[in-house]
């Protein structure tokens, strides 16, 4: 099985775990965890294997973290190393709904690798843009 991990610092990546829920329906393959302020890398660590337990050596894993870089992304490659998963597990980091649900898409769709990573940047970078509002005199009052 593919899993999707969405991992990140405070409560984003239940969060937006809950919203796909909401969309698409449950899925067994979607598990997320985070890094809520005050706990440590250990205990984040500690945390993350019982989450992704259900992994096993035959699975593959997406991480979609949000900040490169960042403790929660980089510790969920260490415990996925540890975890001999590594070699199995695509990284991308800038943690958005847009991504999240382009992700399962590419899942649900069996397609490669390669096709996954080039779809997920793309829909994440078409999902940034600036909303313009063009309003008459009329409409500034309904506002």
Same mark, same amino acid.
């Given at each position: 099985?593919? =899993?999707?991990?969405?991992?990140?610092?405070?409560? *984003?990546?239940?969060?937006?775990?809950?919203?796909?829920?909401?969309?698409?329906?449950?899925?067994?393959?979607?598990?997320? =965890?985070?890094?809520? $302020?005050?706990?440590?890398?250990?205990?984040? *660590?500690?945390?993350?294997?019982?989450?992704?337990?259900?992994?096993?050596?035959?699975?593959?894993?997406?991480?979609?973290?949000?900040?490169? +870089?960042?403790?929660?992304?980089?510790?969920?490659?260490?415990?996925?190393?540890?975890?001999?998963?590594?070699?199995?597990?695509?990284?991308?980091?800038?943690?958005?709904?847009? *991504?999240?649900?382009?992700?399962?898409?590419?899942?649900?769709? +069996?397609? $490669?690798?390669?096709?996954?990573?080039?779809?997920?940047?793309?829909?994440?970078?078409?999902?940034?843009?600036?909303?313009?509002?063009?309003?008459?005199?009329?409409?500034?009052? $309904?506002?």
């Amino acid at each position: 099985m593919r =899993y999707v991990l969405l991992v990140s610092h405070g409560t *984003m990546a239940p969060g937006v775990h809950s919203v796909l829920r909401m969309l698409l329906g449950e899925r067994d393959n979607v598990l997320s =965890y985070s890094m809520e $302020d005050g706990v440590s890398a250990d205990a984040f *660590m500690e945390g993350l294997k019982n989450v992704i337990a259900p992994i096993g050596e035959e699975d593959s894993v997406v991480v979609l973290g949000d900040i490169v +870089g960042g403790s929660p992304l980089t510790n969920t490659l260490n415990v996925l190393t540890q975890k001999g998963l590594l070699a199995k597990t695509i990284a991308l980091g800038g943690l958005s709904l847009p *991504m999240a649900i382009s992700t399962l898409m590419a899942v649900d769709d +069996g397609v $490669d690798d390669e096709a996954l990573v080039e779809n997920v940047i793309q829909e994440a970078r078409d999902g940034v843009r600036q909303v313009v509002l063009e309003l008459s005199d009329d409409e500034d009052e $309904d506002l």
